[in-house]
């Protein structure tokens, strides 16, 4: 694929993906689903990734100050499966409500409480974040309304020098990706609707199995097809066409973890439950093959038809093997794992730790250390990881705390319909032995 979490010059590279959708804690229910823990668990994994990429790249580990890949580019250049990590979980939990309601006979969330839950968690610690960064790090360009607009609305993915408040900062340009989800959002009612017609009217999931499994192969196809791609374009490379493989590949998820608790577990979903280690073996290998120059250098988002090709397949493989036995394996050994405490507080804190690492990052590089980008080299990295990782958690434990879960309590709705209550039996007349 030809996205990478840098971007080559003029500007400095800072693209990843967001942990923005479902959250661990004590907030009321969610739409009357079951929580999952542990996709918070690996949503923890996927915003780890972000924070230590793009550490290494602002310390030059990663990318050095020439613009050529740094020492520890075999081994962090595959983090850019962060990307779809984040996607796979996102496009499994927005729309198992809507399998669950096609296959288990239900009826559907509702539409307008549904797109007012993702305003609800997402833009409020988006605008504390972005408002933050324009009036500390942007002052002198308030004056541009239509940039601000495109900003505040999550729009500036069309627009490469949006995503930087000037040509050596990167403050907010991780945001990209979160533009690219919100976009999914807005369709995904109309793609539900699609798919629960087709899954009522088929009583089977193989027609709408084939028609996300098509979705997946378009993307790829596309992809490859339109390599080598510039890397100054964004619709090419960063608009929801660019990956709605990856969140087709979680809606698959999603029905099939619902056939499988609603009818005849399909065969998939038996093998995943038998080997979910062996998923998670597939990944990593898949991992290791993403970090050699056969995907493509980590300093150019420009592909060949072959590395785009191969990159793609990488990227799908490690996140659906990390993903399918958290989703499909319950109580195997991946779920066990992800769902215990800590992952899942990471998790739950993933979106304010997404949103202010690159700010926690240039404020320790550039006015800490008084260097520039790309300047401090690899013993730099390691010794700042443990802080400027600890004050991104921090941060985002901030955000959730105070801004995120207040706000979830206060203004949540109901998205579900209720099923009907069942008629209280009439109390019986108790004989007391005297």
């Known amino acids: 694929m030809s996205t990478s979490l840098n971007r080559p010059s003029p500007a400095p590279p800072a693209s990843t993906a967001s942990g923005t ?33 793009h550490l290494a790249q602002w310390t030059g580990a990663l990318i050095d100050k020439s613009g050529r890949p740094g020492p520890l580019a075999p081994v962090l250049s595959g983090f850019v499966v962060a990307i779809p990590i984040f996607l796979i979980i996102s496009g499994y939990l927005l729309y198992r409500p809507w399998a669950d309601a096609a296959l288990g006979g239900g009826r559907p969330p509702r539409t307008l409480p549904y797109y007012w839950h993702r305003v609800l968690r997402i833009f409020p610690a988006y605008w504390l974040f972005m408002v933050t960064a324009l009036l500390v790090f942007d002052r002198e360009r308030l004056d541009d309304g239509w940039r601000i607009l495109r900003l505040l609305t999550v729009q500036h993915v069309q627009h490469w020098a949006d995503l930087r408040s000037d040509p050596g900062a990167t403050n907010w340009a991780q945001t ?68 709605l493989g990856f969140l087709a590949t979680g809606m698959l998820l999603a029905v099939l973890a619902t056939r499988s608790r609603t009818g005849r577990r399909p065969a998939i979903v038996d093998l995943v439950g038998r080997h979910p280690w062996w998923c998670w073996g597939a990944a990593l290998v898949a991992f290791a093959v993403s970090n050699t120059p056969a995907v493509g250098s980590i300093a150019s988002a420009v592909l060949t038809k072959e590395e785009a090709a191969l990159k793609y397949a990488c990227q799908l493989v490690v996140a659906a093997g990390l993903a399918a036995p958290v989703v499909l394996a319950r109580g195997g050994g991946p779920e066990r794992l992800l769902a215990r405490p800590v992952p899942v507080w990471l998790g739950r804190n993933s979106c304010g730790t997404f949103l202010w690492h690159l700010v926690v990052m240039q404020v320790t590089v550039w006015y800490l250390f008084d260097s520039d980008w790309a300047q401090l080299g690899t013993g730099a990295f390691f010794a700042l990881l443990p802080f400027v990782m600890g004050l991104s958690v921090l941060a985002g434990w901030l955000s959730y705390t105070f801004v995120e879960a207040p706000l979830l309590r206060r203004f949540r709705i109901r998205s579900h319909r209720p099923a009907p209550e069942p008629e209280a039996e009439p109390e019986r007349a108790v004989k007391v032995p005297v």
Request: net charge neutral.
């Open 176 to 243: 990209w990706s979160l533009a690219t989800e919100v976009h999914y959002y807005i369709a995904l009612p109309v793609v539900a609707y699609v798919l629960h017609r087709l899954l009522r009217a088929a009583k089977g999931i193989a027609p709408a199995v084939a028609l996300l499994g098509g979705v997946v192969v378009a993307d790829f196809t596309w992809l490859v097809a339109t390599s080598p791609s510039s890397p100054l374009a964004p619709p090419s490379l960063w608009w929801l066409r660019g990956y």
């Open 21 to 53: 959708e479902g959250s661990a804690g004590p907030l009321p229910e969610r739409s009357g689903r079951s929580f999952e823990p542990a996709v918070d668990g690996l949503r923890a994994i996927a915003t780890l990734m972000v924070v230590t990429a």
